[in-house]
């Protein structure tokens, strides 16, 4: 999966973490905030930098944090052994978009993969806190391996130009396929069929289909 890679500013080095079983699901308390921000925050805090190993905004966009291998600054007691992830998104009040949700999955689908089953917590599942908030879709987190389909709905312009790609309007003799004109040229000549107008009586105005059928049914009445 496509990681965006920040190279963010630190002060010092990380320490490499002795061992991985462990995954840890944030929110950032915050309902719109960039991996710099996060990185600026915990700078101030005092840290060599960004607690999180990956940091998802609400958009789907995933962003390295510190390097996968590095010890953590996001659970206490649990820095040395998982990999934090952390959400944008404020979810006490707020619901995570679709998005968000399809990246979270798609990143746990590769970590697992390449680490094995590792135990999968929230945050407040080994710290005092609420994070990653109530409203956090923890259900859905837990079952990753099941892919997010996002469901498009077609919209009238596209169900439109959809069905006049497989059944098309000829409006005047000049739309109609060159295999047909001149069946319905005699066809609108002797009046078998007339969508025409004041403006213009030879227009056609017929879809493809309704014109194939009146094109059958008048070749069958001409062999009787």
Known sequence: MKIIECNLPRNGNFTRRSKTDEVILH????????VWDINDWHLNNGWTGIGYHYYIRKDGSVYRGRPEWALGAHAVGHNDRSIGICCEGAYMTETMPAAQLASLKALLRDIMGRYGKLT??????VNSTDCPGKNFPWAEAQDYMNEEKEEHKVTQAEFEAMYNKVNPL???????????????????????????????????????????????????????
């Open 27 to 34: 929110h950032a308390e915050a309902s719109s905030a960039t």
């Open 120 to 125: 999968l917590l929230r945050h407040k599942d």
């Open 170 to 224: 000829y409006k005047t003799i000049d739309d109609v396929p060159g295999y047909w004109q001149q069946v319905v040229r005699v066809m609108l000549d002797c009046g078998a069929i007339d969508g025409g107008t004041d403006d213009n009586p030879d227009d056609v105005n017929m879809r493809h289909e309704a014109l194939k059928a009146a094109i059958v049914a008048y070749r069958a009445a001409m062999h009787q």
